[in-house]
């Protein structure tokens, strides 16, 4: 999407959703179930079909057990983090370079730092980002960590998880086929990333995590 002044309606709103979806499903989440539903069915429906599973894992499953598979997948694995810029700088110096580039992208369209927040790889807020504040540069984010968007969406077709249809739906809004290179993808997956872990100290300020303003 790089360079293109046109961001269709229907991708925004599966930003949107995967938005929400990916974030953790307590009740304020998962009870946005329908407004979500009937916003993908209205401005995406070739995309709707994507969330079918996690509507089906919600409704037949315990909330403390929605709330337990969510943290084992996205907190206790690094294989499936949703901190994109990890699969492409793991735990190195680069990674706090990365991060700092994508908070100073925010701050020209108006996102705030927030020490209660998240880093600002942090998927969902990039897809917010994308979704309602700059939806151009937010496409280009988005396409700038194809590879991470790809990774996480093998490993969660890998394991079986109803978030997985979500995050394809999220590469689908990109140019060309996901993955353009399957063998790369896998190899890269298979390989897992970097383990320097002599990067930037927690509190340097590149790493502040931030929030969105009101939009």
């Not at 930003?15 to 998962?30: F, K």
């Not at 990890?86 to 701050?107: A, F, V």
Request: hydrophobic letters at 40%; a negative charge; proline letters at 7%.
């Amino acid at each position: 999407m790089r360079g293109s002044d046109r961001i269709d309606r229907s991708d925004r709103v599966v930003w949107q959703a995967a938005s929400v979806v990916l974030g953790y499903p307590d009740d304020e989440v998962v009870g946005r179930e329908g407004l979500i539903r009937a916003a993908l069915t209205d401005a995406a429906p070739g995309r709707a079909a994507d969330f079918d599973a996690v509507w089906d894992f919600w409704a037949t499953t315990a909330a403390a057990a929605v709330q337990n598979h969510y943290v084992e997948i996205f907190d206790l694995s690094r294989r499936h983090t949703l901190y994109l810029s990890y699969y492409t700088d793991g735990d190195t110096r680069r990674r706090g370079e990365t991060l700092m580039t994508i908070k100073q992208r925010y701050r020209r369209s108006g996102f705030l730092v927030d020490t209660h927040g998240e880093l600002p790889d942090y998927l969902p807020l990039i897809l917010e980002y994308a979704a309602r504040v700059d939806p151009r540069d937010g496409a280009e984010l988005l396409q700038d960590f194809r590879r991470s968007l790809e990774l996480l969406r093998l490993a969660l077709v890998d394991k079986a998880t109803p978030y997985a249809g979500v995050v394809a739906a999220v590469c689908a809004t990109l140019p060309g086929p996901s993955p353009r290179d399957r063998k790369a993808v896998m190899a890269m997956a298979a390989a897992g990333p970097p383990t320097e872990t002599v990067g930037l100290e927690p509190a340097d300020p590149r790493l502040l995590p931030l929030k969105p303003v009101n939009v």
